[in-house]
């Protein structure tokens, strides 16, 4: 029973923290952006994925940290109560949640995976131009039933060129357009979805949307060292997106109104771009350092009388 | 008519004002006018130009095409209903189970797929792209 307890009210601080922070985030989080106001678009996107896992990070964190270590260390083994009402319902619910997570995350892969074993039946490596990327990065060249150009694989990313796109792009214009496909690779975006998918709650799509405008235009920045290269991307998506496959009206989705406009930005943002948007490489977050450190100390410090209250907390929710 | 139009206005990257709405269905409803033509009809009592730069807006939302006539632009949906209500209930579900179109697969494009009503956008794009290498040619001569 005390073991049952303790699950229960894990699982019940952990559902109402993801629940309550996940709602202040899908409302909140054009507001944060407009307060921060990141410098890049690279920023902006790291801004918007925190915004977005911090729900499931902090309410894991807690109740990792705090509600299950106060929960062993203060609750008295030896009494016989009930689970309770509460903790039995809210740790239900906080199991179907990670059960949804789990099972959209799963299918989301599975499909992927599927996808890429399909598209690389049949592929070339393209040693020359994983030699002129500089990146461990691997890049394959497909047939014509794979997209375009497109970035497969959650750990180890691969890069996937169509033939088509062979074909169509001449040589500059396919050396930034794999660029940008590189620099998804080595910020780990399929990753970053795939965590999208297990962390479930509804109105997201809109954060979500929003962070992948931003990390196209992160991955458009770091493919872009002067305006030959802004131009040459710029001919990339034109020509991509005439390559790649129309659909047809019956099949339309907002999507796809979204990905037009989309592209229609991000081709203006290409063909006005200057050296003074490109983003500083200096690791801006060093200087979160020292409020990190002493944030942890604090916890440390008070990690005794945190874990008092935590227990207030949970009986709170027992009774 | 009602139902598709109250799925718009809840779909956030595509929200439609009174007017706006009003003005879409009245191209549904004449499959193209040009403004003058719209209010000759004498349904809205407005002004030319409050017509005019909302069917602007609705244009640059791309939920309507356009072609030069005379000196004017005559209008027309770039969808149907039918094509509007699919895709804001594809939205409406989308929003629901809390993700969206670009977080379905864990899979990144160089671009999205485009419908076949954004050939000409591409067009103006690549007039864009064109116009800038002619001028970066340019200043690289002088």
New interface residues.
């Given amino acids: 029973m005390f073991a049952a307890r303790c699950i229960g009210v894990s699982l019940a601080v952990f559902v109402l923290l993801y629940v309550f922070l996940s709602a202040a985030v899908s409302q909140g989080w054009k507001l944060t952006r407009r307060i921060i106001r990141p410098q890049s678009a690279r920023s902006a996107a790291d801004l918007l994925f925190a915004l977005r896992i911090l729900p499931l990070a902090l309410s894991s964190v807690v109740t990792f940290a705090f509600t299950l270590p106060s929960f062993l260390l203060l609750e008295p083994r030896s009494t016989n109560e009930a689970i309770g009402i509460a903790p039995l319902a809210l740790g239900l619910c906080c199991l179907i949640l990670l059960a949804a997570g789990i099972v959209?995350a799963a299918i989301?892969?599975r499909?992927?995976s599927r996808?890429l074993v399909e598209w690389l039946d049949g592929s070339i490596l393209m040693e020359s131009q994983i030699r002129e990327s500089g990146n461990a990065v691997p890049i394959f060249r497909t047939g014509n039933d794979a997209?375009?150009?497109?970035?497969?694989g959650?750990c180890a990313p691969k890069v996937l060129v169509s033939e088509a796109a062979v074909a169509t792009l001449n040589p500059p214009e396919l050396r930034t357009?794999l660029r940008?496909?590189i620099a998804?690779a080595l910020r780990y975006?399929?990753?970053k979805?795939?965590v999208?998918?297990f962390s479930?709650?509804?109105?997201?799509?809109?954060l979500?949307?929003a962070?992948?405008?931003e990390?196209e235009m992160a991955?458009d920045d770091a493919a872009v060292s002067n305006?030959?290269d802004a131009?040459d991307l710029?001919?990339?998506?034109?020509k991509?997106?005439?390559l790649?496959?129309?659909?047809?009206?019956?099949e339309?989705?907002?999507?796809?109104?979204?990905?037009?406009?989309?592209?229609?930005a991000r081709?203006?943002r290409l063909?006005t771009w200057n050296s003074a948007q490109k983003p500083q490489t200096q690791n801006r977050w060093l200087y979160a350092l020292p409020a990190a450190a002493a944030m942890v100390v604090g916890v440390v410090m008070t990690y005794g009388s945190a874990l008092t209250q935590m227990h207030a907390v949970t009986e709170w929710l027992v009774r | 008519m009602k139902r598709i139009l109250n799925l718009l206005r809840r779909s956030p990257n595509i929200q439609l004002g009174p007017l706006e709405q009003q003005l879409l269905s009245t191209l549904w409803m004449r499959g193209s006018s040009t403004v003058r033509e719209i209010l000759d009809a004498g349904d809205i009592k407005l002004a030319y130009t409050t017509v005019m730069t909302t069917l602007d807006r609705l244009y640059k939302k791309q939920l309507l095409k356009r072609a030069p006539d005379g000196r004017a632009f005559r209008y027309s949906p770039r969808y149907t209903q039918e094509e509007l209500e699919k895709a804001a209930i594809g939205e409406t579900i989308r929003q629901l189970l809390g993700s969206s179109a670009a977080a379905s697969l864990p899979l990144s494009y160089l671009v999205e797929a485009v419908s076949e009503h954004d050939a000409h956008l591409l067009d103006d794009l690549q007039r864009l792209l064109d116009r800038k290498r002619a001028e970066l040619r340019g200043k690289e001569k002088h």
Avoid: C, Y
């Fill in positions: 959209r989301a892969q499909k992927a996808a997209p375009t150009l497109t970035v497969a959650l357009a940008h496909e998804h975006d399929n990753l979805k795939l999208f998918r479930v709650f509804p109105a997201m799509a809109d979500e949307h962070w992948s405008e990390t991955a305006f030959h131009l710029a001919a990339a998506l034109i991509v997106s005439r790649g496959p129309v659909e047809s009206s019956s339309l989705t907002m999507a796809l109104l979204h990905s037009s406009t989309a592209l229609s081709v203006h063909v």
